[in-house]
């Protein structure tokens, strides 16, 4: 039998029994249907559902993880969607998002990477090439993709710069599992292509969005914007998103800092290869970490208040866990984020780019 590795320690800042104990508890939160929510009686989103199942993969829950990707074979809709949140089985907002909907590919690509089970993407490839076509469905002009359509099914006017960001990494991370698994979509080669081009050089085509530090990071995060580019992005918003030795402001506005924010900037940081940086942060996770192996979603600063008060939540577990993966290289996956670890997506500028010369 293969053994499969799975995250320890990150040495002097998270221990191994920590991680484990982080592990068992999204484990235990999962619904006997297969879905996480954000919290006991909460409600899940497709998005943050994925990472959760990433997270029980790399910390050997993978019969979890499979059940949480089967959950989602089941309620994906006709056109390839999901809803945006749910309750149980109960449909909370009808809204259908484009980058919660793309998601899934980062996902089953991060099983078979970490597990070997080809089997197991196989009979999930149906799902992601559903998701991904309904995603591409909304590429617009300037290679940007439209952020959602409504519960009346209207597609909403603005594209945002964090969503299509995270759908062009879920673009490159579908392209490799259809190669992995024998299949080849040269389309979605080049709405990766287009998509990256439109947030790398016209971030002005995208709804402004700029207070908030995912706007700020996940461009690199999703490896868009690489090498100078990318370290001068992340020294540029440094002091206006990292607030002193407490961690990642979740909105530049407030001193509020959320832990998912601060693990999601240290995997920007091990993309780019800047460890003592990515470690230095991720010791401030430890701040909002519960005995039981959860993550306090945030803390006001300076009264260290909990907000939303006392809420924990499974995307923030989750995303602590895949950090320590990504500084420890303790499973396959853990350079999935890392730039150079996908193939690179051409550039594809759209016609009458004023960045082309001819």
């Excluded at 089985?89 to 998601?103: K, P």
Aim: with cysteine.
């Amino acid at each position: 039998m293969r053994v499969v590795p799975v995250v320890g320690g990150v040495p002097g800042i998270l221990s191994a029994d920590e991680v484990a104990r982080s592990g068992a508890y999204l484990r235990d939160l999962q619904l006997p249907s297969g879905l996480i929510p954000w919290f006991p009686g909460g409600h899940a989103d497709p998005w943050n559902h994925v990472e959760c199942a990433m997270a029980l993969t790399i910390t050997g829950h993978h019969g979890a993880a499979l059940a949480a990707y089967r959950w989602l074979e089941r309620a994906q809709l006709g056109d390839g969607s999901w809803f945006n949140y749910y309750v149980g089985e109960r449909v909370e907002d009808a809204r259908l998002d484009t980058n919660v909907c793309a998601y899934v590919a980062t996902g089953i690509l991060h099983y078979v990477t970490v597990t070997g089970d080809v089997d197991a993407a196989a009979r999930l490839w149906p799902m992601v090439e559903r998701a991904i076509d309904f995603v591409l469905r909304w590429q617009r002009e300037d290679g940007s993709i439209s952020w959602a359509l409504d519960a009346q099914g209207r597609v909403e006017s603005y594209a945002l710069l964090t969503g299509s960001s995270s759908i062009f990494h879920s673009l490159r991370c579908a392209v490799a599992l259809a190669e992995r698994l024998g299949h080849h979509r040269p389309s979605w080669e080049l709405a990766a292509g287009r998509v990256g081009h439109a947030v790398a050089h016209h971030p002005g085509g995208f709804a402004p969005k700029d207070e908030f530090a995912m706007d700020w990071y996940y461009p690199v995060l999703a490896g868009a914007v690489v090498e100078h580019e990318a370290d001068a992005r992340l020294d540029a918003g440094w002091s206006q998103y990292v607030m002193g030795d407490h961690g990642v402001r979740c909105v530049s506005t407030n001193d509020w800092v959320t832990a998912a924010e601060t693990a999601e900037t240290v995997l920007s940081l091990d993309a780019v290869g800047r460890t003592g940086a990515a470690l230095d942060l991720m010791a401030l996770t430890s701040r909002h970490r519960r005995a039981d192996g959860s993550y306090v979603t945030g803390i006001v600063y300076p009264q260290r208040t909990t907000f939303p008060v006392e809420e924990v939540s499974s995307y923030t577990a989750a995303a602590v866990l895949l950090a320590a993966d990504a500084l420890t290289d303790a499973t396959p996956a853990a350079g999935l984020f890392r730039h150079g670890t996908l193939a690179r997506a051409i550039d594809w500028p759209e016609s009458g780019c004023a960045l082309v010369t001819r």
